[in-house]
């Protein structure tokens, strides 16, 4: 068995060799590195260049336009020879022993898809908190098999994010035979969630999912690449991509699982948001178009959204909006910090 860690890229020569170099420390005879780069004008080619001279087992793929990130995503698996892949951002450094830690997950239980959770940190990789995408209670790992009935519905009404339905780029290995399998994907390339069809069709097609409850990923908060496009435009990519992924991976033929990734996205977008966006985004011309989409599309109540902007003109209420949401953030990172400390490890 041999483990892909497949790597789109586009400018980020300043972020890069701390992802490779958070590999190359936990090297092993059974993975790869499979970077595609798209197009970049940065010295990235040089980086890459000594890693594989390095390490060997590094495979380079560089297109001559941007394509985009959905068809950089593509190519890096495509270039790729594993058994299994792992798509890292490429300004994700993974945490000491992720790599053993997967490896052991994939042999004992060969799950078709494996999910993590993700440490948030700053932008300079300051731990903020960890990321926890199911409640397992103190479970260390939880198994599902979606081949059994109402699994798969009941595993995405478990979600606490859009991450655990595989948005997150990094926070998840997949067999390779179970992501080609997943054909009819070219509709979402240029949504931003190719990887997400692929992995919930996989799933939808009667995989298995390995919950590892434990982060082996850093994620640096504030370093979204979508967020160039504008926050409104970033919010609307998010609500056309999941309408969109819960007609086309599930329709009619499964309600449920289409209900159940809309109400993923209501939890992404709760009222408490809407406000804060009301305040920021209230004078931006898109902004109504996504307030009529919260209603129409991800199914919030009108009258909760009417309150959510009313209140979201008062500056006021917006400052203490951001206020109790950075001080909840601060709760949680002190909480994860004493799981951490903790014998069990917060396992």
């Known amino acids: 068995m041999k483990l892909s860690i497949c790597i ?3 400018n980020r020569a300043e972020f890069l060799p701390a992802t490779l170099e958070s590999i190359a420390a936990q090297w092993t005879d059974d993975i790869e590195i499979a970077v595609s780069d798209n197009a970049s004008t940065d010295h990235t080619a040089a980086i890459v260049e000594s890693y594989r001279a390095r390490l060997g087992r590094v495979r380079w793929s560089r297109a001559d336009t941007n394509r985009g990130a959905d068809a950089n995503y593509l190519k890096a698996v ?3 020879t594993g058994e299994y892949c792992w798509i890292l951002g490429s300004d994700d450094p993974i945490a000491p ?6 490896l052991d997950v994939l042999r004992r239980a060969a799950p078709t898809i494996t ?4 440490t948030l940190c700053t932008r300079n990789l300051v731990t903020v908190r960890e990321d926890r995408y199911l409640d397992v209670g103190g479970a260390a790992r939880r198994r599902f098999e979606f081949s059994r009935p109402g699994e798969l519905e009941a595993y995405l009404e478990s979600a606490r994010s859009m991450c655990a339905t595989f948005s997150y780029l990094s926070s998840m290995a997949f067999r390779r035979d179970a992501w080609d ?7 979402f390339v240029g949504s931003a969630y190719v990887h997400s069809y692929k992995l919930l069709m996989a799933s939808a097609a009667g995989g298995s999912l390995e919950y590892l409850n434990r982060s082996l990923v850093l994620c640096r908060l504030g370093n979204d690449a979508f967020r160039d496009l504008g926050l409104a435009r970033r919010v609307l990519l998010d609500l056309d991509g999941y309408v969109r992924l819960a007609a086309a991976c599930f329709g009619d033929a499964r309600p449920r699982c289409r209900e159940a990734l809309l109400a993923v996205l209501r939890h992404e977008y709760p009222l408490g948001r809407v406000l804060r966006y ?3 985004l209230g004078g931006d011309p898109q902004w ?3 307030v009529r989409r919260l209603t129409s599309d991800v199914g919030h109540p009108r009258w909760a959204i009417l309150l959510a902007t009313l209140f979201g003109r008062s500056r006021l209420i917006v400052n203490f909006s951001f206020w109790w949401r950075d001080r909840q953030a601060r709760r949680e990172g002190r909480r994860d910090a004493a799981r951490r400390a903790s ?3 917060g396992a």
Request: no cysteine; glycine share 12%.
């Open 115 to 118: 999910l993590f959770n993700r």
């Open 343 to 345: 014998p069990a490890g």
């Open 97 to 102: 022993g992720a790599i053993a830690q997967l």
């Open 8 to 10: 789109p890229t586009h």
């Open 288 to 290: 109504p178009q996504i």
């Open 181 to 187: 399998a997943a054909t009819g994907f070219e509709p």
């Open 278 to 280: 009301q305040g920021v």
């Open 78 to 80: 495509e270039i790729s």
